[in-house]
């Protein structure tokens, strides 16, 4: 069956460090794969988009990577503030949907 | 400002009621989409449209129905026949389906709690 696995355990970090988060999937093949953010509350809010022949990108202090041999996304935040805590979630396509990961729920403490 | 709109923001019934829950989009986008995220679980597809007067069932439509009579507008019905109502509920818009690389636009939810 489809399974879209993501760090299990809240992250919690110190300001100014990098967070690193996974997206690990199986039974898929996706053409793309998503991040999105989601505060406590409220819906979730898109952040980037990686497609298959992409091996990284960024925005601002965020990078995701991509690796379709290990079947896994990477994201990072560096330079980390307070502000950056939130839920991420990372979602792949199937069929004419989304399906998302569960989220890490990321605290950056000041 | 574009976006969509969900109403309201908490619901509480009783069992055994049926309730609809508003989702309403001003961006023009052609697909529309109903989830549900529990505590610890991804969020979960129930219902899906991709145009007017057309809808798919997603992974969890059972005890669910909606309906797509205008482009702006996606209620979704909670029927008593769902086991397990209680749940925080998601509107999403996107321009095409999501196998054509658009990402979702997210209302800000519905949190219905049913007793």
């Known amino acids: 069956s489809q399974k879209i696995e993501q760090n299990s355990e809240a992250l919690n970090i110190q300001e100014g460090k990098t967070a690193t988060l996974t997206c690990n999937y199986t039974n898929y093949s996706p053409a793309y794969l998503q991040w999105y953010r989601q505060d406590p509350g409220r819906g979730p809010v898109f952040l980037l988009l990686i497609r298959e022949n992409e091996k990284e990108k960024r925005k601002e202090r965020l990078k995701v990577t991509f690796d379709t041999t290990l079947k896994q996304s990477l994201f990072h935040i560096t330079a980390s503030q307070p502000a950056d805590s939130a839920t991420y979630l990372c979602?792949?396509?199937?069929?004419?949907?989304?399906?998302f990961g569960a989220g890490t729920t990321v605290t950056v403490r000041a | 400002d574009g976006g969509i709109t969900q109403s309201p923001k908490y619901l509480f019934r009783k069992e055994g009621q049926n309730v609809t829950l508003s989702c309403e989009q001003n961006?023009?986008?052609?697909?529309m989409y109903w989830y549900r995220q529990d505590p610890g679980q991804g969020l979960r597809l129930i219902y899906y449209s991709q145009i007017v007067n057309d809808f798919q069932k997603g992974d969890i439509a059972e005890g669910y129905s909606v309906s797509r009579e205008k482009k702006e507008s996606f209620p979704l019905t909670v029927t008593s026949a769902q086991k397990n109502p209680t749940a925080f509920y998601l509107c999403?818009?996107?321009?095409?389906?999501?196998?054509?690389?658009?990402?979702?636009?997210f209302g800000n939810g519905t949190r219905l709690t049913v007793t």
């Open positions: 999403a818009s996107s321009i095409v389906g999501s196998s054509y690389n658009s990402p979702l636009h």
């Open positions: 979602a792949l396509p199937n069929d004419y949907k989304l399906s």
């Open positions: 961006l023009n986008h052609d697909a």
